[in-house]
């Protein structure tokens, strides 16, 4: 999927995200058929579920010709950036939580770092707004794997 600096339509721009959420809901998925770990499994679906969402809301925009406001936020939420410092890996049937967290933070920024790219490639135009405030509603999602991957893996004790 090219994601130059470009602009696109509005229905071509939600398709490629649309497919941009297909596919980290198929990398969440096949986490799902391998890991075994019961935790891990928990993560990897709820974040399975709230690409599904994000698909959904992004493919009801197609029809009514804009993104619903529930997935939008107006600022990115910071994040810590662990993707620079955790190392991305294929899960496999014995990967915990640390590993699907990790794999999950991973799938995360590259969804920020997509809409960023739609963003700046639409500077300008309508959708360049639109693709922002998905992007930080993204982020968000980025800050909770963070969050708990600090609480349990990084803390102090």
Do not use: W
């Amino acid at each position: 999927m090219s994601t130059a600096q470009v602009c696109h339509t509005f229905e071509a721009a939600l398709e490629m995200a649309i497919e941009m959420e297909n596919e980290g809901y198929r990398h969440y998925l096949r986490g799902l058929m391998i890991v075994r770990d019961a935790n891990a499994r928990d993560i990897l679906k709820e974040m399975a579920l709230d690409e599904l969402d994000h698909k959904y809301a992004l493919e009801k925009a197609l029809i009514e010709g804009f993104v619903g406001e529930e997935h939008q936020l107006q600022r990115p939420v910071p994040t810590m950036n662990l993707d620079y410092v955790l190392t991305r890996r294929e899960l496999s049937p014995d990967s915990g939580v640390r590993e699907a967290l990790a794999y999950a933070i991973h799938l995360e920024k590259n969804a920020v770092d997509f809409y960023q790219r739609m963003a700046r490639g639409c500077a300008g135009a309508p959708m360049a707004e639109m693709f922002e405030k998905i992007g930080n509603d993204e982020s968000r999602h980025l800050q909770k794997l963070e969050d708990l991957y600090e609480t349990y893996f990084l803390s102090e004790n």
